[in-house]
């Protein structure tokens, strides 16, 4: 029979309390992770899309799928003792995100009293809808999952200090 003999046991009960207590509370651990992604979804905006969007035209001095701002403005990271979540409340996001096809409807002018195209001026159009291509802003890189291992790597060894 082997005999193991703790000299530092006081010490070793304190660490394994961290350690669970860190396991039990996870908050830390999620809002970096939640960081972690929202950095991720930047660097989307950024390069443009990795992989590259398709069939997106920037405006000069612009980059794809940034056009106001808003879209890219509301991006915002939450997270709570289970989950880490990065999503947006815009309702156009998920045609800009899963692409698809917008149905055909009446554009009304709202300051104006009229539409003016090419000479011809309407009180109304009918818009045949539009399809638009994926532009998936919410995409996790293996690099940036990797990323996150290493973000739960750190925590648990700051637990062990």
Do not use: C
Not at 9 to 16: C, D, G, I, Q, S
Not at 31 to 52: C, H, L, W, Y
Not at 144 to 152: K, R
Request: charged residues 25%; hydrophobic residues 40%.
């Amino acid at each position: 029979m082997i005999e193991i003999k703790i000299n530092n046991e006081k010490e070793v009960v304190a660490l394994l309390e961290r350690v669970a207590e860190g396991i039990r509370y996870n908050v830390p651990l999620m809002r970096t992770i939640a960081g972690t992604m929202q950095s991720a979804v930047d660097q989307n905006f950024e390069a443009g899309g990795r992989p590259k969007w398709l069939g997106v035209k920037s405006r000069p001095g612009g980059s794809p799928l940034i056009d106001s701002g808003a879209l890219r403005n509301s991006i915002h990271a939450r997270w709570d003792n289970d989950e880490a979540q990065v999503g947006t409340n815009l309702v156009y996001a998920a045609i800009h995100h899963f692409g698809g096809e917008t149905k055909p409807h009446k554009i009304k002018p709202v300051t104006k009293k009229g539409l003016a195209f090419n000479g011809i001026v309407r009180k109304s159009v009918d818009h045949p809808g539009s399809k638009i291509q994926a532009r998936p802003f919410l995409v996790l890189t293996p690099q940036d999952e990797a990323d996150i291992l290493d973000d739960v790597q750190s925590y648990f060894q700051s637990l062990m200090k």
